[in-house]
């Protein structure tokens, strides 16, 4: 790796946001801003030194967890919580040099094939949001159009928690990434602990064992690397996806098109992973493909919040048989499909199979009634604290 120069530096730390809760030693980015001269210059050989030698001071291992609560009963589980990990601001900043670069030559070169709309330059939530409501579109008022449309919305827990760094350092070999640079990545993530912020108090350190941090800044890239090759394998190897149609101009003059059709087998935004296809065989060999990634990356997929959608069935329990393989252990998925006129909600936006504009009326409806019984004066301030909670969740 090349070494960080002094521009460079200066640049990576102006760009980090201020007002954000400090790390285990109190150093914020605002204190890091105002750094110059021989600090500044310490700062920038410590930098410098951890890419050389591909590792990071051990006291940079030692982190603060702070359990966010989700807007709902807390009932003492963790899994009520949503985690932040607390890091040394320095490390953030080397770790983010190391982003920045890596990020733009695999955009560039266009090294990943999975089609993940996330982690790199210019990723937007954008394109995967028309591409669906374009799929729902065609399956509903294109008459020429045969196909059947099916859509699993899968679900997967604490994605960043099951990364496995064994698995992790394969995905990275896979992508012909320097050894230096995949020692540095993997050291990360080893030999660390961690305490949790309490209302008495921090909790006595303990060994973390497997995960990447959350508030790493590096973690939403590693997993896009991570999913890579499920989402590649899908692309190319999964029978029966939808073809979305498109046209493309030759002429202006007269107006002349050329159709193409463009196989989609999945829409994925990060963790947030929809599959189609266009026969219930195809959802099966989707499924197929994913239960074996997800058991040999020991990733956690909550099935019991897959969403179904169907063109042919409705509100009826279909039965999914996945193929034979040694790494699946349950050969069969039993899900619900949604009524015609149900909504689901992909990246923040409610679909509905049906492409009526009427669903809109109703869900809004229903939601300001919702929220104009939540604010009743029977539980005013009950609510409030309710408020108060789901604000805090969303702003942090």
């Known amino acids: 790796m090349s070494p960080i120069l002094d521009v460079e530096w200066k640049n990576i730390i102006n760009s980090m946001p201020n007002n954000k809760a400090s790390d285990p030693s109190m150093i914020s980015y605002k204190m890091l801003k105002h750094l110059t001269g021989e600090a500044f210059n310490l700062s920038l050989v410590l930098a410098n030194a951890c890419l050389i030698h591909g ?23 963790l899994k009520n919580t949503r985690p932040i990990t607390l890091l040394e601001t320095v490390r953030k900043c080397v770790v983010k040099v190391v982003t920045t670069r890596l990020s733009i030559i695999l955009a560039d070169n266009q090294i990943l094939q ?6 790199l ?44 760094l064994n698995m992790l350092k394969l995905a990275l070999i896979r992508l012909h990434i320097p050894p230096l640079l995949i020692k540095f990545i993997i050291n990360l993530f080893t ?8 209302h008495y108090g921090d909790t006595s ?11 790493e800044i590096i973690s939403p890239l590693l997993w896009v690397i991570y999913l890579d090759p499920l989402l590649t394998t899908l692309n190319r190897e ?23 059709n463009f196989p989609v087998s999945h829409i994925t935004f990060m963790d947030d992973s929809t599959l189609i296809a266009s026969s219930k065989r195809g959802i099966e060999d989707h499924l197929s493909i994913t239960a074996e990634f997800y058991t040999l990356n020991n990733t956690q997929a909550n099935s019991a919040k897959y969403i179904l959608l169907s063109s042919e069935q409705f509100s009826q329990t279909i039965v999914f048989d996945l193929f034979p393989s040694p790494l699946i252990q349950t050969c069969t998925l039993t899900l619900k499909a949604l009524a015609l006129s149900k909504s689901f909600r992909f990246l923040g936006v409610w679909f509905c199979l049906s492409a009526s504009s009427r669903f809109v009326h109703d869900q809004s409806t229903s939601m300001v009634k919702d929220m104009a019984a939540l604010l009743s004066p029977k539980n005013f301030w009950h609510n409030m604290w309710l408020i108060f909670i789901t604000l805090s969740y969303f702003q942090g």
């Open 55 to 77: 590792d990071i001071p051990a006291d940079w291992r030692e982190a603060l967890v702070y359990p966010i609560p989700k807007p709902h009963k807390f009932d003492a589980q």
């Open 114 to 119: 999975g089609g993940n709309f996330a982690g």
């Open 121 to 164: 330059p210019g990723g937007s939530t954008d394109i995967p949001i028309k591409m669906l409501d374009a799929i729902i579109h065609q399956r509903r008022f294109d008459k020429t159009d045969d196909q059947e449309l099916w859509i699993v919305s899968q679900d997967i827990s604490k994605a960043f928690d099951s990364i496995d």
């Open 191 to 198: 030999r660390r602990n961690n305490k949790i912020i309490t």
């Open 205 to 215: 350190g303990y060994r973390v064992r497997i995960d990447i941090d959350q508030g």
């Open 238 to 260: 999964a029978c029966d996806p939808f073809l979305l149609k498109f046209s493309a101009l030759l002429d202006y003059s007269p107006i002349e098109y050329e159709q193409h």
